[in-house]
Structures are given as C-alpha cells and as structure tokens.
C-alpha cells in the first residue's frame, strides 16, 4: 500500500515525530511512504493518506485538509492531539479518527530518511503521560498513563542534539532518570552527544537535591522549566538557582498567561525570570505562553481569561512584538525589564490597557535602537 504521511501543522517548529514513527512502522510492513507537510499529494498517487493536528485552534485547518484527501485517496484517517480530544468535526465528515497514541508505531523508531535532509536532532520520549492533571493542558486527555519508555533506539546516527518531548520526566524513579542519564553520558564519551533539551521542560516541584547531582554536566540547551501560576512560585526560582549553582547558563522558563492568572501576578512572574538573570549572572528567558481552551475550537485565538480584559491582552502582545524578535522575554537586567513593563504590577495593569500601547511601543523600540547605535538624546 502507498501511504501519504501528512503534517497539517500550518507551522512546523519540530520533526512530526508520530509520523515518523508511523511511517517506519508501516514501511516495515512492506508500505511505501512519503511525508508531505501542509500540502497533499496528487489524486490517485496514494491508496491511503493519513494526517496529524496538534493545537485546537488549528482543528479548522487540520479539517479542511482532511476533507480534501478524501477526494484523493480511498482511505484517510486522522489523528494527533486535537483529532483525540474533538474527534466529533472529522467523525460528523466521515473521516476515520485514531484517538491517542498508535501502540505499534510506539514500538517503532522513527524514520529519519523520510525528512527531506539529514535530521539535525532525534526526537524522542523517555517516558509517556504525566503525574499531574493540569487543566490548562491536553496530557491527560491524551496519554492518560505515565510509563517509562527505552528511547535509545530513536537516536539518529548522524546527529549529536536530543530533543525529548517528555511531559514530566521527573516524575520517573530516580533509578529509572539514573538509567536514563548513564545513557546521555556515554552517548556523550562517544561524541554523539552535545546537547539535550527537554523541550516539554523540567517540572521545578519535583526537582530535589538528588536530582541537581545527578543532572550535573549534562550538556541542556536550554535548560527548561515553567512557572505557570502562583502554585510555583518559590519552586521555579529555587530550581533556577540550585541549577546555575551547578554551572548552567542558559534557562527558559514557561510562563503561562490568560488562564485563572491577573495581569499582577503574570507580571510578577515574569519579573521574577528577570531577576533571576541579574542577581545569579545567568540567562533566564520568560518565554509567555497565551492560554487557549483546550475544548473549544477558536481558530481566531480570541479567548480572553476571566481576570483579563481583551485591551490588556492585545496590550501585552504590542509590548512583546517590540520588546522581542523570537516571543521571548530576555531582559538581561531588571532596568530593562522595567523599561518596558512597568516598575510595578499595577504600572504593568495600566500599561496593557492604554489606548495607543502600539505607538508607546514603537517609539520605546526606536529609543532602544537609538542607545545601541550611541545616537541617544
């Protein structure tokens, strides 16, 4: 059977790694398989095109894509995170939905050679699920158990990257994250190894003694964590700190917004990162994640949180479009945090609702421009 492996996602940021794995499932099988990312093949070119979405907000386009290759090839499913919590769009179009994660393409390593060049990093899970059930995410909904997996097979010969897409990696026994770390360890003597990055990040509750010991010289890039609400705080910060004690650099922390959280204690979130980076000399980079209902399509991203105005929300994405070219947050000193959001959480309140934010930021960005080319007034 001829398969298209097809990756709706109307952005690619990482290698579609349930495709990848599908494919060499399939390929082992004795199928022949492409991988296309946004786009279908011609009519009749495949007996069966099978597509993936992630984010709610894209169900839309995920759809429409869908709908489409029912015109060119006999079988079509669908699957992923978003076809798994709302199947009902796809099901009511007659198009076959596979909820959760496929138990003989886990069994897989993914396919690098379907990737159009030579993989950059592997991509792989050292456990699957999560402890905790967050209502803000779609883990639970999704990977229901949380199990230890063995991931070495899933790294490609030809790269010396690991991203890991772990929920909550620390949540294994600490025999299970020793195993795991003897692994990266000697993947890394052998030079097949120089950087890790787990992209899902490190849950800072867990994080203890122990585990700052036995993380000490992994190579992370950057070391991840998130503060997603007041439950975290004093948790994230000790994290960071305990870390950079141990030499690493380089931090980017989660910060959730316009879920049960204010604009006040967002701000003192992301205040906290910016402080972090002056008193301990380190790099920790607020990275704003907007929240959005995870049962709920909302293509147009419109959800306002209950502690939220629309204004403050659309106040805080002027700032950070100005302040930031890659939507994070890198101030490298409180000054310069303050610049731009306010010296004060009710300054940063009243900042996001006033009226000509975007010329306010415009004009901030030219100040900066100006301080950096030595031509300040």
């Not at 076959?96 to 792989?124: C, F, M, N, Q």
């Not at 008193?279 to 607020?286: D, E, F, R």
């Not at 995870?294 to 502690?307: S, T, W």
């Not at 994070?328 to 006033?354: P, V």
Request: proline content about 6%; some cysteine.
């Amino acid at each position: 059977m001829r398969i298209a492996l097809v990756d709706t996602s109307p952005k690619q940021a990482v290698y579609p790694v349930a495709l990848l794995k599908l494919g060499a499932w399939r390929k082992a099988e004795g199928d022949t398989c492409k991988l296309f990312h946004k786009r279908l093949p011609k009519a009749g070119e495949y007996d069966a095109i099978w597509l993936t979405g992630i984010f709610t907000f894209d169900l839309p386009h995920a759809l429409g894509i869908a709908v489409e290759a029912k015109n060119r090839a006999a079988e079509v499913m669908v699957g992923g995170v978003s076809p798994t919590i709302l199947p009902e769009p796809f099901e009511a179009r007659d198009i076959s939905v596979w909820r959760g994660l496929h138990p003989e393409a886990e069994k897989h390593t993914p396919d690098y050679a379907l990737l159009p060049e030579p993989p950059r990093y592997s991509i792989t899970h050292a456990s699957r699920g999560c402890v905790r059930k967050c209502k803000f995410c779609m883990v639970s909904k999704v990977e229901p158990e949380f199990v230890s997996r063995d991931w070495e097979s899933d790294i490609a010969p030809s790269s010396d990257r690991i991203l890991f897409f772990d929920n909550n990696w620390l949540a294994k026994e600490l025999d299970d994250l020793s195993a795991d770390v003897a692994i990266m360890r000697r993947l890394g003597r052998q030079g097949r190894l120089k950087a890790v990055d787990f992209n899902q990040g490190l849950d800072c509750r867990l994080l203890t003694e122990d585990h700052v010991q036995l993380l000490e010289g992994i190579p992370f890039s950057p070391l991840r964590f998130a503060f997603d609400g007041m439950q975290e705080d004093g948790y994230c910060q000790r994290a960071i700190e305990r870390m950079a004690a141990r030499g690493h650099k380089d931090f980017n922390v989660y910060v959730l917004y316009n879920f049960k959280d204010s604009p006040e204690d967002f701000y003192y979130r992301l205040r906290e990162c910016a402080r972090l980076t002056e008193s301990l000399g380190v790099s920790v980079q607020a990275f704003p994640m907007r929240y959005q209902p995870i049962m709920e399509v909302d293509p147009g991203r419109a959800y306002v949180g209950e502690k939220w105005t629309s204004r403050q929300r659309k106040g805080f994405m002027s700032l950070l479009g100005h302040q930031s070219l890659g939507g994070q947050i890198s101030a490298h000193n409180l000054a310069e945090f303050e610049y731009w959001f306010g010296k004060t959480a009710e300054e940063f309140a009243a900042l996001l609702s006033y009226p000509k934010i975007r010329k306010l930021a415009l004009r901030r960005q030219g100040s900066r421009r100006l301080e950096r080319w030595g031509l300040a007034v």
